[in-house]
């Protein structure tokens, strides 16, 4: 059987200009605005499709480099693409930030708008590494979701495929062994609360200011939720079924979101905290 468009959506994380306009936008616009007035070489961590990369360099002339790292081949030839206008102003490396190579660069500012949650457990080396890249007075953007867990360890998105699973026949009950024996490590256990965070951290860095807002992601119909799930999450959740299934699985979990939207006003809502940090000792 040939996969369906949203499994290839999934496989290539496509659509994401479209659907991070639901949820990830917001991050963007909110550590814009926090750069330093002149910045002029800025480092953007899991970069994707290079979206804040873009607006940085419009909105700052003084910008001589804007470097982007992130893991997605897909992603960045996304990137690359977007970028080529600004031309030499602009640096892409692939790259794992759960163990990022040591690069020549020293950024007035290093961002990371939501991304954390995928670096889970290995969370301590990038914090190591943005120390060894801030240049003297250079500040770390750092935005970190915090869904609340539920008595199972779920959180945020796991909770919507859970809806799902359920609509595909799975017992209620039985779904976090669904995550444990396909090897899918819930949100919920990805997520550190803000505590735990703050004390990863600090052995790196200071916190020197930090903001708060609730992220509150609403949609139009069952199909607009299935495409956002599909360029934001790809196929790391799809792997709970079976192959024949993954296309089922797309389309209950726009369903599933529809429904939560329909009864609650909203699909999921959870506080988002933005973190503007320093080298300790700096
Ligand atoms: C939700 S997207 C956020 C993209 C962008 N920062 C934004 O705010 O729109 C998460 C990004 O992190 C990247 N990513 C996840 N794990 C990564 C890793 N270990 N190393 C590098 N990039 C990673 C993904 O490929 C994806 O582009």
Same mark, same amino acid.
């Given at each position: 059987m040939s996969a369906s468009a949203v499994e290839i959506q999934a496989r290539t994380l496509a659509g994401y200009a479209d659907a991070s306009r639901l949820r990830q936008v917001?991050? !963007?616009d909110w550590v814009l605005d926090r750069l330093p007035p002149r910045p002029e070489l800025l480092?953007?961590?899991g970069s994707g499709i290079g979206q804040l990369?873009? @607006?940085a360099l419009l909105r700052h002339p003084s910008l001589r480099l804007a470097v982007g790292l992130e893991r997605s081949e897909h992603r960045l030839a996304e990137a690359a693409e977007r970028l080529r206008p600004h031309g030499d102003r602009v640096a892409l490396h692939q790259a794992d930030l759960t163990d990022p @190579?040591?690069?020549?660069?020293r950024a007035d500012a290093v961002t990371m708008t939501s991304v954390l949650h995928w670096l889970y457990p290995d969370e301590a080396r990038v914090f190591g590494w943005v120390r060894d890249h801030l240049a003297p007075g250079g500040g770390f953007l750092l935005t970190t979701y915090h869904p609340a867990r539920d008595a199972d360890g779920l959180a945020g998105e796991d909770e919507i495929v859970r809806d799902a699973l359920v609509r595909l026949g799975a017992d209620r009950a039985a779904v976090p062994g669904v995550f444990a024996a396909a090897g899918v490590l819930p949100i919920g256990a990805r997520t550190r609360t803000v505590d735990e965070l703050a004390a990863l951290l600090g052995e790196f860095l200071t916190t020197e200011s930090f903001l708060e807002r609730q992220a509150e992601v609403t +949609? @139009?119909? @069952?199909a607009q939720y299935e495409h956002f799930h599909a360029a934001t999450f790809g196929d790391y959740y799809s !792997?709970? +079924? =079976?192959? *024949?299934r993954r296309g089922d699985f797309f389309r209950a979990v726009g369903e599933a979101a529809w429904q939560r939207q329909q *009864? !609650? =006003?909203w699909v999921s809502r959870m506080p988002v905290r933005l973190w503007k940090l320093v080298p300790s000792g700096a």
């Open positions: 917001h991050d !963007r480092v953007d961590l990369l873009e @607006a @190579a040591p690069l020549p660069y +949609v @139009a119909d @069952a !792997r709970l +079924v =079976g192959p *024949e *009864e !609650r =006003g």
